[in-house]
Structures are given as C-alpha cells and as structure tokens.
C-alpha cells in the first residue's frame, strides 16, 4: 500500500520570505500523481498545485513550486513570498492510476506566516 | 465553480444514536468519497463511491456505511454513534476517468462531536 509522510507538523515563516514543506512517499507504482492542498482555518480544502509522474519538468503555480525527486520518493512544496493568506494547513496527497481515483494523504503540515 | 456542500458544519450527538452526515455536489461528478479528519493522521477514507449504487471500503470503514441513491448525493451513516467517532468528516467529489484533471473537490467539512 501507498504511503505519504509529512514529517513537518508545523512550520512558520516571515512574510515575504519563502518556506519548503517536505513531503515523501512510497510506491511501487510508476505512473502517478501528487498533489498539495491547502486548507484554511475556514476548512474548505483547496487544490495548490498538481504534478504527474510522468513529467520531469517541476510544476508552477504562481508563487507555487514543488521540488519532484521520483528517484528519492520526495515531493517538496516552495512558497515564495509567503503571504498572510498562505496561513494553513497543507496536505500532501499521492493519487496511482491504479488506484480508481483514491488520493493517500500525508499528515498535514501547519504554516504560520508571522508578520 | 464546483460547489461540495455538507449538511452540518457542526453537529453533536450522543453514544449510541444514528447519526447521517449528508453531503451533495453540483458538477454531476462520478466519484464520490468520505474521510475523517484527525490531527496528526491527516484525511482517511472511510468510503468511495465510482456510482450510484455503488460502493467501496476505504481504509477505516469500521462503524460506518453509506448510500448513494442518487448521483449527486452520497451519505454517511453512523450506526450507532461512538465517541472514539468524534472527529471532522470531509466529502469530496471529483470526475471518474479524467486524468488530466484527477482532482478531488472538498466540501466545508462536519465537526461531529459524540458525548
């Protein structure tokens, strides 16, 4: 079975600055997904960024940016300029082709931007 | 925009009730899926749905089922409601067959507290 480890529960970062949340994850699978998401102290889970296995490029989303090592099994999440507003929690979530759709999360690493 | 909503943002209950959590999406998605929400273990499923009628066992199905009568809607039911059952519940819905998207859309979520 697959397993995603997020092995930052919290993490805090200036404003203006940028933070790297670290997400792993084990598979036997080689064609996959891996997802972060974000959920604000309003609860409503949001998707931040998207990256197929299958891509080498790393995915960008704005100030968004993840670090895909599919040799290390690694999945890291950039955010630059940290904003007031990227405040949360962030998940990690591994999502195999073969799996009907079913997305494995990680445990959720809270961000606090300090002003 | 796709719009998951839950009956209850907040529900309370005592051991041993019937407990139905609700849950409807607008965007005639085939998948749908229930997780529990607990600090330090991120998002688990309890449930999926690929159709109407049908279902499938998540990871901790224990203590829950579920119906889904109709496409847009997929319940939770608790039997017979435990207090080791206190936690947030989150539905998501998200397209079948669609890889390019594969993202899964989150309704607000229930925090359901069992006395």
């Known amino acids: 079975a697959q397993t995603v480890t997020q092995s930052q529960p919290e993490m805090s970062v200036q404003e203006a600055e940028t933070v790297t949340l670290s997400c792993t994850y084990d598979t036997s699978e080689s064609d996959y997904y891996l997802f972060w998401y974000k959920q604000p102290p309003s609860r409503q889970m949001i998707l931040v960024i998207r990256q197929e296995a299958y891509k080498q490029q790393n995915a960008t989303e704005n100030r968004f940016s993840v670090n895909f090592q599919k040799a290390a099994k690694s999945f890291s999440l950039k955010i630059s300029d940290s904003q007031l507003g990227d405040a949360a929690m962030y998940f990690c979530a591994y999502g195999g082709v073969q799996g009907a759709q079913k997305l494995v999360f990680g445990q959720g690493t809270r961000l606090t931007i300090n002003p | 925009d796709v719009k998951v909503t839950q009956s209850s943002r907040y529900l309370v209950k005592r051991t041993g009730e019937k407990v139905f959590l609700e849950c409807v999406q607008d965007?005639?998605?085939?998948?749908m899926f229930w997780y529990r929400q607990d600090p330090g273990l991120g998002l688990r499923l309890i449930y999926f749905?690929?159709?109407?009628?049908?279902?499938e066992k998540g990871d901790i199905p224990e203590g829950y089922s579920v119906s889904r009568e109709k496409k847009e809607r997929f319940s939770l039911i608790l039997e017979s409601a435990s207090t080791n059952q206190t936690s947030m519940y989150l539905c998501?819905?998200?397209?079948?067959?669609?890889?390019?998207?594969?993202?899964?859309?989150f309704g607000p979520g229930t925090r359901l507290t069992v006395t």
């Open positions: 965007m005639d998605h085939e998948n």
């Open positions: 749905s690929y159709d109407v009628k049908m279902k």
């Open positions: 998501a819905s998200s397209h079948s067959f669609d890889r390019i998207s594969y993202e899964q859309y």
